[in-house]
């Protein structure tokens, strides 16, 4: 028996299978791990046995940076949210939504307008850029901005995530055609029905490269399923932070308190109204949230 390590791709039927030295490997897990309620997933890093018959346990996991419960996967780096320039428009609530969602799991969010080849999102583009946050352009028709993505993409472990519609599969299919990843309009055919199974999976596109094929990864998924604490709130806003710790109350909401340094920064234009918008509606969804409702 030997051991090696390896990054967990995918997870399907009580198998796993494992990426180490350039090689997948097929294995089952310890049933220790089910006893934790702990299952594996895509994007962990794990230690692997192999057996004198090639067959292969994991054995131990690796502690993880994050993790997200729907979709399923660890250890990301990088969420491209994608938006429609229109058809369907944008929302920017649901894009801070998610933008929060990645900050408050360390995971570096990028912006992605698709279908520019329709209409300027230079408006947009000051919005998220003001606030620090990477703003792509893309056409998958022109091919504007695709090989930006491309470049971002290189030595991480990423995700895309957009509702129907908004040209992720079409992006993701330009980004490296052996994906053949099938757009909205065939998506809708198979369906998301109660017992279909939706399987995160790692798609190597080069070394140390690696795209999430999230199924049906909706906006919705992670703002549901990864709820925010009202404390924790302005800290996932990027914009807020030289502001944080100089409102006149420690306590302070940045909702409408007097003396609150994130309202000045508002008001001298430092902070996008719409950002502001954003943070004011999360702050009402939130702030009556029992604890127990977290777990």
């Known amino acids: 028996m030997r051991m090696e390590q390896g990054l967990l791709l995918k997870g399907i039927g009580g198998f796993y299978y494992i990426e180490a030295a350039d090689t997948v490997y097929e294995a089952k897990a310890r049933g220790i791990f089910r006893k934790k309620g702990i299952t594996p997933l895509a994007g962990d890093l794990v230690e692997f046995s192999v057996g004198d018959d090639d067959t292969c346990t994991i054995e131990t996991i ?23 320039i229109l058809s369907p428009i944008p929302n920017l609530l649901v894009i801070d939504k998610m933008i929060a969602a990645a900050e408050e799991k360390n995971i570096e969010p990028i912006v992605v ?3 520019t080849d329709l209409q300027s999102c230079e408006e947009y583009r000051q919005i998220y850029e003001t606030a620090g946050i ?5 056409s ?3 091919g ?9 993409l290189s030595g991480k472990i990423s995700a895309f995530s957009g509702n129907s519609g908004v040209g992720k599969s079409s992006l993701l299919n330009r980004l490296d055609e052996r994906l053949s990843l099938p757009t909205a309009e065939i998506s809708q055919k198979l369906g998301r029905g109660r017992h279909t199974t939706r399987q995160v999976e ?13 199924p049906g990864f909706s906006s919705v998924d992670m703002i549901q399923t990864d709820l925010i604490h009202k404390e924790n709130l302005p800290y996932n806003f990027r914009e ?10 420690p306590s302070c909401s940045h909702t409408k308190e007097k003396g609150c340094a994130v309202l000045a920064a508002l008001e001298e234009g430092k902070v996008a109204p719409s950002r502001h918008q954003s ?9 009556n949230i029992k604890e127990w409702e977290h777990k």
């Open 113 to 115: 307008f698709s279908k």
């Open 279 to 287: 943070y004011l509606a999360m702050y009402e969804e939130i702030k």
């Open 140 to 142: 998958s028709v022109s």
């Open 202 to 214: 790692l798609l190597k596109l080069g070394p140390d490269t690696y795209v999430a094929d999230t």
């Open 62 to 84: 690796g502690e993880r940076k994050n993790f997200l419960i729907r979709p399923p996967i660890a250890n990301l780096d990088q969420l491209f949210v994608v938006v429609s």
């Open 240 to 249: 807020f932070a030289p502001y944080l710790h100089q409102c006149r109350f």
């Open 144 to 152: 504007e901005g695709v090989d930006r993505v491309r470049e971002m």
């Open 134 to 138: 990477p703003f792509v352009a893309v």
